[in-house]
C-alpha cells in the first residue's frame, strides 16, 4: 500500500469515529429530551409528595453509622425536608436535604488513650460535626494523653439526581446515607421510571431496597466462584496439613517421651552395675 493510500484510508477512519460520535450526541440528546426530561419532572412531584407526607406522618427513621475509633453513632430523622429543582437548557438536577439529630443518649461514652489516637478520633469528630472531646487528660509536658468523646449535633443528609443531554444518563448520589461517604450510581434513561421513585422513596426512608446493589456480569461472577472455591479448596488442604504437622508433633513428643524415660532406666541401672561391680 503507497502512502497516500494510507493516509487516504486514516482519513476515512477519522471520518467514521467523528460520524459516530455526532450520532453518539443525538442519541444522548434524544434521550434527554424524550425520556429524562419529563422523568425529572416526575421524579421531582415524586419527591415533593414524599417530603410532605413524611413531616406530616412523623415516622421514627434510624441512622446508624459506625466511626472508625468510637463505635456506632446513632440519630434519628428530622422530617423537615428541602426539595429543590434546578434546570439548565440542558440539564436539570434536583436536590433533596434534611438532617438526623443525633441521640446522644443512645451513643457510646468512649475513653480514648494516647495522643495519636485521641487526635484521629478528634478529626473524625470535627470533619462529621460531631462535637468536640468532653474531658482531656494532659501528660507532664502538656500533650493530651487521653480523652472522653461522646457524640453529639446533626447528620446532613443530601440526595441529588442529575440528568443532562450530554450523558443522556441520570446520576444519583447520596451523602451519609449507608455511612459517613457518598455513594453514585448511574442509571440509563429506560430505567428511569415509577419502579426506581418508588425504590428511591423507601432507600430515603432507610428501608430495603436492592438500588445501590450493581449486577454483575456473568463472567465476572463465574470468575468470582472460581476464586472462592479455589480459597476454600486451600482453606481445607491448610487445615489438613495444620491437622498432620500437629499428630507428627504429639507423635514425636511421644516417642520422644519413651527414649528419655528408657534413657534414664538405663543410666540408673548402669550406675548400680557400677556400684556392685565395686563391693569386695
Request: aromatic share 8%.
Amino acid at each position: 500500500m503507497g502512502l497516500l493510500d494510507e493516509l487516504e484510508d486514516e482519513a476515512q477512519r477519522r471520518k467514521s469515529n467523528d460520524e459516530d460520535l455526532v450520532a453518539l450526541k443525538a442519541a444522548r440528546e434524544l434521550a434527554y429530551r424524550k425520556v429524562l426530561e419529563p422523568a425529572m419532572g416526575n421524579l421531582f412531584a415524586y419527591l415533593t409528595e414524599l417530603a410532605a407526607k413524611l413531616k406530616q406522618l412523623q415516622p421514627k427513621i434510624a441512622i446508624r453509622h459506625s466511626l472508625a475509633g468510637y463505635g456506632d453513632v446513632v440519630a434519628y430523622v428530622e422530617h423537615e425536608y428541602e426539595v429543590r429543582e434546578a434546570r439548565q437548557p440542558s440539564s436539570k438536577e434536583i436536590t433533596v436535604s434534611f438532617f438526623a439529630a443525633v441521640a446522644s443518649s443512645e451513643c457510646p461514652n468512649v475513653q480514648i488513650e494516647g495522643s495519636a489516637r485521641v487526635r484521629a478520633v478528634s478529626a473524625l469528630f470535627q470533619r462529621h460535626r460531631l462535637g468536640a472531646p468532653l474531658a482531656a487528660a494532659k501528660d507532664a509536658s502538656g500533650e493530651i494523653s487521653g480523652a472522653t468523646f461522646k457524640a453529639k449535633g446533626r447528620i446532613p443528609l443530601t440526595a441529588s439526581f442529575f440528568a443532562d443531554a450530554a450523558s443522556g444518563q441520570l446520576r444519583m448520589s447520596f451523602s451519609n446515607f449507608d455511612d459517613f461517604s457518598a455513594v453514585t450510581k448511574t442509571v440509563a434513561p429506560d430505567q428511569v421510571n415509577e419502579t426506581l421513585y418508588d425504590e428511591i422513596g423507601r432507600y430515603l426512608m432507610r428501608e430495603p431496597t436492592e438500588m445501590l446493589r450493581e449486577v454483575l456480569p456473568e463472567d465476572y461472577r463465574s470468575q468470582l466462584r472460581a476464586r472462592v472455591h479455589h480459597e476454600e479448596v486451600k482453606r481445607r488442604w491448610e487445615s489438613q496439613i495444620h491437622a498432620r504437622q500437629q499428630e507428627d508433633i504429639a507423635m514425636l513428643k511421644r516417642e520422644y517421651g519413651i527414649g528419655a524415660r528408657f534413657n534414664r532406666i538405663g543410666d540408673a541401672m548402669g550406675k548400680l552395675r557400677g556400684l556392685v561391680s565395686r563391693k569386695p
